[in-house]
C-alpha cells in the first residue's frame, strides 16, 4: 500500500533551522512528483515546495523562497525540505504529498496530488 511518513518536525527559535523527511513506500519511486504543503491553524493549506522525478527541477512558494529547500534522494525513497531562517510564521503542520507521473516537471497544485503523508508538526517560538 502506498504510503508517505514525514518525519523531522518539532520545536525550533526563531532564527533556526529543521530538516524534514518524507520516507515513501511506494513503487518505483522515481517515478513520482513530490510535493510540500503546510497548514497553520485557522488558516487553508498553502503550498511550499515541489520536485520534479529525478529531483533536478523544484519551485518553491513566495513565502519560502531563498529560505527553503527541497531534495530527494531516490535510492532512499526519500525527499527533504530543508529549512533555514525559520520566523513564528512558519509554524504549521507540513505535509508531503506524491503524484505518479510520466511528465518531467514538477506538480504545484494540492488537487493533483494522488496521496499525502499524516504530517509533521513544526513550531517555531519567537
Known amino acids: 500500500q502506498e504510503q508517505l511518513v514525514e518525519s523531522g518536525g518539532g520545536l525550533v527559535q526563531a532564527g533556526g533551522s529543521l530538516r524534514l523527511s518524507c520516507a515513501a513506500s511506494v513503487p518505483s519511486f522515481r517515478t513520482y512528483a513530490m510535493g510540500w504543503f503546510r497548514q497553520a491553524p485557522g488558516k487553508e493549506r498553502e503550498f511550499v515546495a515541489a520536485?520534479?522525478?529525478?529531483?533536478?527541477?523544484?519551485y518553491y512558494g513566495d513565502s519560502v523562497k531563498g529560505r527553503f529547500t527541497t531534495s530527494r534522494d531516490n535510492a532512499k525513497n526519500t525527499v527533504y525540505l530543508q529549512m533555514r531562517s525559520l520566523t513564528p510564521e512558519d509554524t504549521a503542520v507540513y505535509y508531503c504529498a506524491a503524484k505518479r507521473t510520466f511528465r518531467s516537471g514538477y506538480v504545484l497544485l494540492e488537487n493533483d496530488y494522488d496521496f499525502w503523508g499524516q504530517g509533521t508538526q513544526v513550531t517555531v517560538s519567537s
Open positions: 520536485i520534479n522525478f529525478s529531483g533536478g527541477s523544484s
